[in-house]
């Protein structure tokens, strides 16, 4: 289970630049991991094109910390920024405002699909930038993450402190069918857990997840995710049962549902999970979760409930949620505060800042890739003729995040959205009836375009 520190820097680990499996997100905000199964995409070798956007980006951050005792923020940490021609931010000054000095400078290197190759750290040592640590993490063909190595500095070369290594190996049609986790402990590699996947027919997404730790006597099973369903629509999972190995027999623990729905007044894409207690045969409800994120990508809340004695009261120690002002056309917000749950002695709900981040300097960078074209598959327009609004779904195995832009048969832009977890929507209901063109582009500048008509 997550507690809200595990929360808070898991978004902090992506705004740096190492998401999951080292993706690059572009923007300052914080995006929660998701809470099914990772499940491992294929690959597809489509072709080069290229494109070329404006993108405005931050070059001063500031971030506060609430004191309670004074009712006020307080400035902790200034953060610069510079960025490559991409837009991608290849250093990092931070500022310790209280001892007035800079203290960390993190530098980034990524490769051609934007992911986060090498991230290096110095520390101030009396206005000198001394090699403290780094990051190195390597990929197969495939996009799979096969090495992720630490390091730090230690007598004028680096030191290999931690390194974990994955073998894939592959079945019919590019499918992961075995994943072997290695650890490195100083001399050679040693094999820590495996995970095992089960496809039915020519699915490109598994029915069965199956993780396993290596002991003294071999693999032994630890537990398993069975049932696997999608919604047809995104491929996002629909339900699960969680197993526990018990004996010699796997033993039903939980079973997950998800829904998603858009927010009508905000757009904003919200998933909802329900945890059920296996009792026997059995199924109790006791657990309820609700990620929140804004058409941009922007995190909004993630909220766990738990059933205490017939109430449903918030997990306050996994709970976070968040809200920004002044977002800038083309960027992120200016400024953006998070808030933990908490209940007053009498029982009742309530809200505590936690962080604030505010953003300045805003500069725009015309950004010119080499993307790639996605096949017509990867992209789900729905309904098609639409009224009103228009779901977009990005195929599972292709890409889970992309800007999506509509245009009208002159070339105007009329309506933009974000995709974030494979899924979104946009409302046309202010667009004449017409012909209009949609571009779909991920975050490696892959992009596609259909025609839909609005009636």
């Not at 690959?43 to 931050?58: D, E, F, G, K, Y």
């Not at 990051?135 to 974990?164: C, E, P, S």
């Not at 300045?360 to 327009?381: D, K, Q, R, Y």
Request: net charge neutral; aromatic share 10%.
């Amino acid at each position: 289970m997550r507690n809200l520190h595990a929360i808070f820097m898991a978004g902090l680990l992506l705004c740096t630049g190492l998401g999951a499996e080292g993706q690059h997100i572009q923007n300052n905000s914080v995006k929660l991991p998701n809470t099914t199964p990772a499940l491992l995409p294929q690959a597809l070798n489509p072709q080069l094109r290229t494109t070329s956007t404006t993108i405005q980006v931050p070059q001063t951050e500031l971030e506060y910390s609430w004191s309670a005792a004074t009712a006020a923020w307080t400035p902790v940490y200034e953060k610069t920024y510079e960025y490559d021609n991409r837009g991608w931010p290849t250093q990092q000054i931070t500022k310790d405002l209280a001892e007035d000095k800079p203290s960390t400078l993190v530098m980034h290197m990524y490769d051609a699909q934007g992911r986060d190759t090498l991230l290096t750290v110095q520390e101030d040592a009396n206005g000198t930038w001394v090699n403290a640590s780094r990051i190195r993490t390597k990929y197969d063909a495939h996009g799979h993450l096969t090495y992720m190595g630490a390091f730090r500095w230690h007598n004028a070369a680096w030191q290999l402190v931690h390194a974990n290594r994955y073998t894939y190996t592959f079945g019919p049609g590019n499918r992961v069918e075995q994943v072997v986790k290695q650890l490195y402990s100083g001399t050679n590699w040693t094999d820590m857990s495996k995970e095992g996947f089960t496809y039915t027919g020519n699915s490109a997404l598994p029915g069965t997840k199956t993780e396993y730790i290596n002991t003294e006597i071999g693999w032994m099973p630890t537990q398993r995710f069975v049932n696997i369903t999608y919604v047809p629509e995104n491929q996002r999972e629909q339900s699960y049962t969680k197993q526990s190995w018990v004996g010699a027999a796997w033993q039903n623990v939980s079973m997950h549902t998800f829904t998603y729905t858009t927010n009508s007044t905000t757009f904003a894409n919200i998933t909802e999970e329900e945890v059920y207690r296996y009792t026997g045969t059995s199924t109790v409800l006791e657990r309820k979760i609700m990620e929140e994120y804004l058409p941009s990508g922007q995190f909004m809340q993630h909220k766990e409930e738990v059933l205490i004695n017939g109430r449903w009261l918030v997990d306050t120690e996994n709970s976070l949620m968040g809200f920004g002002v002044n977002e800038p056309q083309g960027g992120g917000f200016t400024e953006f505060t998070y808030q933990t749950f908490s209940y007053t002695p009498q029982g009742h709900l309530s809200y505590i800042n936690y962080k604030k981040h505010t953003y300045s300097n805003f500069v725009n960078i015309l950004v010119t890739s080499h993307g790639e074209e996605l096949p017509a598959t990867a992209v789900t327009l729905y309904p098609n003729p639409t009224k009103d609004m228009l779901h977009i779904s990005l195929h599972a195995t292709t890409a889970k995040e992309a800007a999506v832009s509509i245009y009208n048969l002159t070339g105007q832009k009329v309506a933009k959205t974000a995709i974030i977890h494979s899924e979104g929507t946009i409302n046309l209901s202010h667009l004449p009836s017409g012909i209009y063109v949609v571009n779909v582009k991920d975050n490696n500048s892959s992009s596609m375009t259909k025609k839909i008509v609005k009636q």
